[in-house]
């Protein structure tokens, strides 16, 4: 791998971390986290789902800008 392609794997874990702490979930065990994200990956092949939590996103990105 090369530095920038390290560089740039490093930023994309730092910004999903990220989603982690804005989320309100930065004490939630890494096992849950990680059911959730399984449960929701499965949750977005349902039509609608995937446009229903971007609304939400949105809304909190709009709200909290930290």
């Known amino acids: ?11 994309e874990k730092i ?11 930065r004490d939630t065990a890494k096992a ?3 059911g959730g994200l399984v449960e929701l990956a499965k949750r977005l092949e349902e039509p609608g789902e995937r446009e229903r939590l971007r609304k939400i996103g ?6 909290k800008q930290t």
């Open 58 to 63: 949105d809304a909190v990105f709009a709200q």
């Open 15 to 25: 910004a999903l971390g990220g989603l982690i702490v804005k989320a309100g979930m």
């Open 1 to 11: 791998m090369q530095p920038d392609d390290r560089r740039r794997e490093a930023h």
């Open 32 to 34: 849950v986290l990680l």
